[in-house]
């Protein structure tokens, strides 16, 4: 269907169409002032595997390589490369599935190199624009005040908070959408809702937490009709069908494909939104979105709830309030007009408060809530982000009231330009930061810092599947593409959900062949906790597998690798033999800190296995750096771990070193 079309399906007016155009150009402009032309060359994926702000596209691309090189199946976007051997959806990467899917069909027409985030991110802006600018024509008239007025909304610190960084959510032109045609579906109570139902069954093919979002504006509408009309089955029967449209599209690119369970263990609340959110401008990585406002205090995941305004927006709405009190207007009355739209914006700013109410660095209180509630809820665990359509309504507001405070259409342009005035100069450090986030990502290599050792080029090629035997979440992402670029599968939990109790059973069942010297030979074992390496490398270590450490810039993996035994390594890599070095085991909790009992600092604990254990046999001192400590008493009491006491004032001098043993003398 073309883009016309599907406005016009509304009864829009071919003046509003070029209206879209026209805000969409504006949108589109915003994205190459800022970003520049380089993320639309789809062969240019330097700021995928740079990692732009974070390493969120890095998993992102590395969910579509993986998935480009697998065979089709349906549903589409499944593949047997994530999370082998039970598969994946890459809606779980945050691959977009839309356009992966698309893009999969289209596989053996695409150059070797190929990203489509640059080109989707562009089209998210254009999008932006466009329906930000017709929705404003809803209530300004002409061509300039909704174009002025649209600055804001492309300008958006949360689409920019987004935007290349969790790329699928800058599709937040759904919410503007959904806004448009819930007033437009208002004033004409029996015009189709078409436009309304190709937006919520769209939301799901490209990021489910929009899905919420748009059915609650769609809720609103229903309801209005209800009342309006008195047809409740019409009006509930296309609310059933759209569901239903939604489903099978979101079953169709494998949302529904297997468990998605969140393996992060983060649950609902973590990420809840902080009553100061609409002015505090501190986004992610210490980044200050206000040149006038300073950055405020948060607290736990409440950086992924950010809901910065904008100066231009607070002080219009400032004017805007005491424009009504001056004249006595009722916002009651408003209220009552829009009665359901309101109820749904309290129930999404309640959802995205959520029961751990916190503001500014303290948490004001943690309302209990029943443990199934709990569970539901963290379906949608980052709730934070369920403010959003409310966000975009105080912005409208913003907008309809500053416009309406003066009859003179002259003078209405000229607030709505020192609204957009305003706002843009307030954003710039966060817009700057963004223009030079770009370009660093875009110089940095592949790998930064992780996979630099010659074992990683020695060992490509050689494998089909590479496997993480324990959590690998920190260094994951490069993993994942290494994995990509070398036609490898991996198990690595590096999307957004994932089985957590699956996936350990599959390591579980791994950990017990390597414990009884079964090794796969077209398989790479990594590890991140030295024990588990040093419980699984002993059955092993004679099979003629490298076996050892990979150290470099503080990525640190515990390898496995078959066949390797006898292969030229770099001075990264430490070889597994009689000269391997011991060292405090990194556990921690109330009682440990990194392998170092608290109370008295005296006892560290070691991981019980054959090689600590020859360590310590018959061992009277433990030496590091030229300094010896006595060993006072072994522990093995406690099952799976050696507690050794030492002659020693803090045992925390010892955190991160290679330990000596020191043999009695008979």
């Known amino acids: 269907m073309q883009a016309k079309s599907f406005l016009c399906l509304t009864g829009s007016r071919p003046a509003e169409w070029r209206l879209f155009l026209l805000g969409g150009l504006l949108g589109a402009l915003a994205f190459l002032l800022v970003f520049g032309v380089s993320p639309l060359d789809v062969t240019n994926d330097a700021f995928c595997r740079g990692g732009y702000i974070e390493k969120g596209i890095q998993q992102h691309y590395a969910g579509w390589l993986l998935y480009r090189q697998s065979p089709l199946r349906f549903p589409l976007c499944v593949t047997e490369s994530i999370n082998r051997p039970d598969g994946s959806s890459v809606a779980y990467t945050d691959s977009i599935p839309l356009f992966a899917a698309f893009f999969r069909l289209l596989e053996p027409l695409l150059?070797?190199?190929?990203?489509?985030?640059?080109?989707?991110?562009?089209?998210?802006?254009?999008?932006?624009?466009?329906?930000?600018?017709?929705?404003?024509?809803?209530?300004?008239?002409?061509?300039?005040?909704?174009?002025?007025?649209?600055?804001?909304?492309?300008?958006?610190?949360?689409?920019?908070?987004?935007?290349?960084?969790?790329?699928?959510?800058?599709?937040?032109?759904?919410?503007?959408?959904?806004?448009?045609?819930?007033?437009?579906?208002?004033?004409?109570?029996?015009?189709?809702?078409?436009?309304?139902?190709?937006?919520?069954?769209?939301?799901?093919?490209?990021?489910?937490?929009?899905?919420?979002?748009?059915?609650?504006?769609?809720?609103?509408?229903?309801?209005?009709?209800?009342?309006?009309?008195?047809?409740?089955?019409a009006a509930f029967g296309f609310l059933a069908l759209d569901l239903a449209a939604t489903a099978a599209a979101g079953w169709a690119l494998g949302l529904f494909f297997g468990a998605a369970g969140d393996g992060s263990g983060s649950l609902y609340g973590y990420f809840s939104m902080n009553l100061n959110s609409l002015w505090n401008p501190a986004g992610v990585n210490g980044v200050n979105w206000s040149l006038f406002l300073p950055a405020q205090n948060q607290v736990a995941g409440n950086y992924d709830a950010f809901a910065y305004l904008g100066l231009g927006v607070i002080a219009a709405g400032l004017a805007c309030m005491v424009g009504v009190c001056l004249r006595r207007l009722h916002p009651l009355r408003l209220a009552r007009r829009h009665l359901p739209l309101c109820i749904i914006c309290l129930l999404l700013t309640l959802f995205a408060v959520s029961?751990?109410?916190?503001?500014?660095?303290?948490?004001?209180?943690?309302?209990?809530?029943?443990?199934?509630?709990?569970?539901?809820?963290?379906?949608?665990?980052?709730?934070?982000?369920?403010?959003?359509?409310?966000?975009?309504?105080?912005?409208?507001?913003?907008?309809?009231?500053?416009?309406?405070?003066?009859?003179?259409?002259?003078?209405?342009?000229?607030?709505?330009?020192?609204?957009?005035?305003?706002?843009?100069?307030?954003?710039?450090?966060?817009?700057?930061?963004?223009?030079?986030?770009?370009?660093?990502?875009?110089?940095?290599?592949?790998?930064?810092?992780?996979?630099?050792?010659?074992?990683?080029?020695?060992?490509?090629?050689?494998?089909?599947?590479?496997?993480s035997m324990d959590s690998l979440q920190d260094n994951s992402l490069c993993l994942a593409l290494y994995a990509a670029d070398n036609g490898m599968t991996t198990n690595d939990p590096f999307a957004a959900r994932y089985e957590g109790e699956t996936l350990a059973a599959r390591q579980a069942e791994l950990l017990d062949e390597l414990g009884a010297g079964v090794l796969r030979e077209d398989t790479l074992y990594l590890f991140a906790s030295e024990g588990n390496f040093l419980q699984a490398v002993e059955s092993v270590k004679e099979?003629?597998?490298?076996?050892?450490?990979?150290?470099?810039?503080?990525?640190?993996?515990?390898?496995?690798?078959?066949?390797?035994?006898?292969?030229?390594?770099?001075?990264?890599?430490?070889?597994?033999?009689?000269?391997?070095?011991?060292?405090?085991?990194?556990?921690?909790?109330?009682?440990?800190?990194?392998?170092?009992?608290?109370?008295?600092?005296?006892?560290?604990?070691?991981?019980?296995?054959?090689?600590?254990?020859?360590?310590?046999?018959?061992?009277?001192?433990?030496?590091?750096?030229?300094?010896?400590?006595?060993?006072?008493?072994?522990?093995?009491?406690?099952p799976g771990w050696l507690m050794v006491a030492l002659d020693i004032q803090d045992a925390t001098v010892l955190w991160g070193q290679e330990l000596e043993t020191i043999p009695c003398e008979n």
Not at 116 to 129: I, M, P, R
Not at 187 to 215: D, K, Q, S, W
Not at 558 to 581: F, K
Not at 615 to 629: D, H, P, R, S
């Open 111 to 233: 150059p070797q190199t190929f990203q489509y985030f640059g080109l989707f991110t562009l089209l998210c802006f254009f999008l932006q624009g466009g329906f930000g600018a017709i929705l404003l024509r809803l209530f300004a008239s002409g061509w300039a005040l909704p174009l002025l007025g649209d600055l804001v909304f492309v300008f958006s610190p949360v689409l920019w908070e987004r935007a290349l960084r969790h790329t699928s959510l800058a599709a937040q032109f759904l919410i503007l959408g959904a806004l448009y045609y819930y007033i437009k579906g208002r004033r004409e109570p029996r015009a189709p809702c078409t436009g309304l139902f190709i937006l919520n069954v769209l939301a799901i093919t490209i990021h489910p937490y929009f899905v919420p979002m748009t059915y609650a504006v769609t809720l609103a509408l229903v309801m209005e009709r209800c009342r309006l009309t008195r047809r409740p089955v």
């Open 355 to 467: 029961h751990t109410i916190t503001a500014n660095g303290a948490t004001l209180a943690v309302l209990p809530l029943p443990a199934p509630l709990l569970r539901l809820c963290s379906v949608f665990r980052s709730g934070g982000r369920m403010f959003w359509p409310v966000y975009y309504l105080l912005m409208l507001l913003a907008f309809v009231g500053l416009s309406r405070l003066t009859g003179r259409r002259g003078l209405r342009l000229a607030l709505a330009g020192a609204l957009a005035a305003v706002q843009l100069l307030d954003l710039s450090p966060g817009l700057s930061q963004r223009h030079a986030a770009l370009l660093a990502a875009q110089q940095q290599p592949a790998f930064p810092s992780a996979l630099t050792s010659n074992f990683w080029q020695q060992a490509a090629g050689r494998y089909a599947h590479i496997v």
């Open 543 to 638: 099979s003629g597998a490298w076996c050892g450490r990979i150290e470099t810039a503080g990525c640190c993996w515990y390898v496995i690798a078959p066949g390797m035994a006898q292969a030229d390594l770099d001075e990264d890599c430490t070889t597994y033999d009689e000269n391997y070095p011991l060292r405090l085991a990194d556990y921690t909790d109330a009682l440990w800190n990194r392998g170092v009992l608290d109370s008295d600092r005296r006892i560290v604990c070691f991981v019980d296995s054959p090689f600590a254990r020859a360590k310590l046999e018959n061992a009277c001192a433990l030496c590091a750096q030229g300094q010896t400590y006595a060993i006072l008493d072994v522990d093995d009491s406690d």
